[in-house]
């Protein structure tokens, strides 16, 4: 039976006793609470190892998919004056020690002279056990994961101007032209979306060897190639039109004989969703999904998840 804590407006004259004796009682418990928690993290670690031995999951041990389900279930449960952004931290750093118990695993950041911040946005979601190697350009940061030097990619969300590569063709370009083999994007940085405060200041998507999976509430990415007669309005539509949920649009007119377009769109999408040919039949060339990823938000306001009302 837990010892019974004081209320938590209580004061030395109603609870009758010292305050140095109500500190004591309190830190006790907590004292108690810590032994239980590190228990149960102990407990975890055991059933994982016994996983990892089983050999049930195969390749990287990384599944942002089922990551963002057990943090949904967790924000849904969520109560009391704890942060939820410091819930997430907590069970993060949680989940990415437990990965690394399954498989060693290693992240390539496209970190530029300009754009240091990828870095620390990198150490914030994979913790700090996971080894982190920064690459000057986007190529760099692709070629790594590609030959299995490196376990995941960070790469910059296109069309943000902080992440700019002056000297290089956008790097989705290389998923469009099919040069990226066997990779997907299967997460975007941060994960969980604070909307109820100003944009991030940077954001990134995360590539690995892996097919995504859904996660029950995702956002996908499109690649497509079309007349550069069409302006962007009219791309915009023609993705609406093949029955997408358009979040967002980047247009790449490097090159005259055709405009390449990279749309964010809601849902998960797969490689032979029909939308893709209806996408196609509206003039759309070579469309392709780039991958997928799972969303979290939550109103940082009440601290409470909640849905996005973009969504």
Request: charged fraction near 20%; include cysteine; glycine fraction near 6%.
């Amino acid at each position: 039976m837990s010892p019974e804590l004081p209320p938590r407006d209580a004061t030395p004259e109603r609870l009758g006793v010292s305050t140095p004796d109500t500190l004591s009682k309190i830190r006790q418990e907590i004292d108690r609470l810590d032994d239980q928690i590190h228990d149960l993290i102990v407990a975890r670690a055991d059933l994982v190892t016994r996983l990892a031995k089983s050999g049930a999951k195969q390749g990287i041990p990384y599944r942002p998919a089922r990551e963002a389900q057990i943090l949904r279930r967790l924000l849904k449960r969520h109560r009391g004056p704890l942060p939820a952004e410091a819930l997430m931290g907590i069970w993060r750093e949680i989940l990415s020690s437990m990965t690394l118990i399954q498989a060693p695993m290693s992240v390539a950041v496209w970190s530029a002279d300009h754009a240091p911040q990828y870095l620390a946005l990198t150490r914030d979601h994979f913790g700090a056990g996971v080894r982190v190697r920064a690459l000057q350009s986007s190529a760099q940061v692709l070629a790594a994961v590609e030959t299995g030097q490196m376990s995941l990619g960070v790469l910059p969300v296109p069309g943000d101007t902080a992440a700019a590569e002056p000297t290089e063709v956008p790097w989705w370009l290389r998923f469009l032209r099919g040069d990226a083999h066997d990779l997907s994007i299967v997460a975007r940085l941060p994960l969980l979306t604070a909307w109820a405060e100003a944009p991030q200041k940077v954001a990134a998507f995360v590539v690995a060897r892996l097919v995504p999976e859904p996660s029950g509430n995702d956002d996908s990415l499109v690649a497509f190639e079309c007349s550069p007669s069409l302006d962007d309005t009219a791309i915009g539509n023609l993705v609406s039109d093949a029955g997408f949920q358009l979040r967002s649009l980047v247009v790449y007119r490097g090159e005259p004989a055709a405009v390449a377009c990279l749309a964010e769109v809601a849902g998960h999408v797969s490689a032979a969703a029909p939308r893709l040919s209806d996408l196609a039949r509206r003039g759309a060339l070579r469309p392709c999904v780039l991958g997928a990823w799972p969303v979290l938000s939550v109103n940082v306001a009440s601290s409470v998840p909640t849905e996005d009302p973009t969504r």
